[in-house]
């Protein structure tokens, strides 16, 4: 059973850092990998889908990466701003993708004015 | 792009009351959408995967007589909370669309109190 494991769990940094979020998982057979942004009380907005076949992912200045081998995935957030603070999610299926997902619980980001 | 809307966003009810709770795909068709349940401070969790026009799949541990889901069209799915009790409280929330390389869009989610 595929579980996933996301550190740190919470983070808090001053404005303007570049930072890393991190995510393992224990099945390498994972299909797709996505990252979510959850506010407080919300639901969830997705971030970055990472297929099958790729190994990264970039939107704006987010940038996601994919290493099925090692069983790990990296979000990174680079120029923080305070409207990013959230916490972030990762999740992955298998089954052709076809699967729900299995989450971690999450980073919860605070970044500082 | 992909729109997931889910009803109602919040309910508060009694001990004993069925609660019903709506997912539509708006501008898409979705044959599958799955249903999560995240606890306070708790990751999300599949509950189970509603599939059109026949019977969901539940996860281990899940009931599926408490849980009743309905999903008797391309773009709705229904989740009946049945005779809530206080331990049935948390944040229900929806996804529609993946498979193949396609990715989950989610709705708002539904906060439950059940007092």
């Known amino acids: 059973k595929q579980e996933v494991t996301q550190i740190p769990a919470a983070l808090s940094v001053p404005e303007g850092e570049n930072l890393v979020l991190n995510c393992s998982f224990t099945?390498?057979?994972?299909?797709?990998l996505q990252w979510f942004r959850q506010d407080p009380g919300k639901g969830l907005t997705s971030l970055l889908l990472?297929?099958?076949?790729?190994r990264e992912q970039t939107s704006g200045r987010l940038n996601a990466s994919l290493d099925k081998s090692s069983g790990r995935s990296t979000l990174y957030i680079a120029a923080s701003q305070p409207g990013d603070s959230a916490t972030y999610l990762c999740?992955?299926?298998?089954?052709?993708?076809?699967?729900?997902?299995?989450f971690g619980k999450g980073t919860h980001l605070i970044i500082q004015p | 792009g992909a729109v997931v809307s889910q009803h109602p966003s919040r309910v508060i009810c009694k001990s004993g009351t069925s609660v019903k709770i709506e997912c539509r795909s708006l501008?898409?068709?979705?044959?599958?959408m799955f249903w999560y349940r995240q606890f306070p401070k708790k990751s999300l969790m599949l509950m189970a995967t509603?599939?059109?026009?026949?019977?969901?799949?539940?996860e281990q541990g899940v009931e599926k007589d408490k849980f009743l889901i309905n999903h008797a069209s391309l773009t709705l799915s229904t989740l009946t909370v049945t005779s809530a009790h206080p331990e049935d409280s948390s944040f229900y929330i929806c996804?529609?669309?993946?498979?193949?390389?396609?990715?989950?869009?989610f709705g708002d989610g539904t906060r439950l109190s059940i007092l």
């Open positions: 996804s529609a669309g993946g498979g193949g390389d396609q990715p989950q869009h």
């Open positions: 099945d390498s057979a994972i299909y797709n």
């Open positions: 990472i297929q099958s076949s790729q």
């Open positions: 999740a992955g299926n298998s089954g052709g993708g076809a699967d729900g997902l299995t």
């Open positions: 501008d898409f068709q979705a044959t599958t």
């Open positions: 509603s599939n059109e026009g026949s019977k969901a799949t539940y």
